[in-house]
């Protein structure tokens, strides 16, 4: 016959808590590292050399449309400045680097000489009705929820190919945190 003491039956209940207590502390690292995960994968960021490109984006584009935009942060954790001078993609044709502007309130859109140069310790947003990329000639429509390569090559930290995101038509590109300075 089977005989269950009190003091078994204690027992057996603190190591039911325990190992609830230890279930729990497993879901918990597994749930913590599915978000820090889901966090890196969300940030979509690049790095060359001492520069960090972030979020790269672009828009959908109606059919027939020949350009696309293209948007992202670039920051300089160097000691010394940097120029983005080439963008090359399969997406399109060719890709130039442009500044948009207002004079005399007129808005300007024009090519970008030289290259945009990203100072020591700073950093350069390429936004909607600033600096951009525009895709010229495009090869075929970016469509909503797909990624397209893009090739940038800096003047010190060399080439980097990084993944451009289709958003919206509509979109501003602020799914991540500090991206309309």
Known sequence: MFSFTATQASASGRSNRSRRWQRLGIL???LTMLFVGARAAFAHEFKAGDLEIEHP???ATPAGAKVAGGYFTIINKGSSPDRLLVIASDISEKAELHEMGVKD???TMRPVSGGLEIPPGGKVALKPGAYHLMFVGLKRQPKQGEKFP???TF???GSVTVEFEVEGMGETGDT????AE
């Open 150 to 152: 893009a090739t940038l």
């Open 57 to 59: 984006w672009s828009r």
């Open 176 to 179: 991540d945190m500090d991206h």
């Open 105 to 107: 309130g007129v808005m």
């Open 28 to 30: 918990l690292s597994t």
């Open 155 to 157: 003047e010190k930290a």
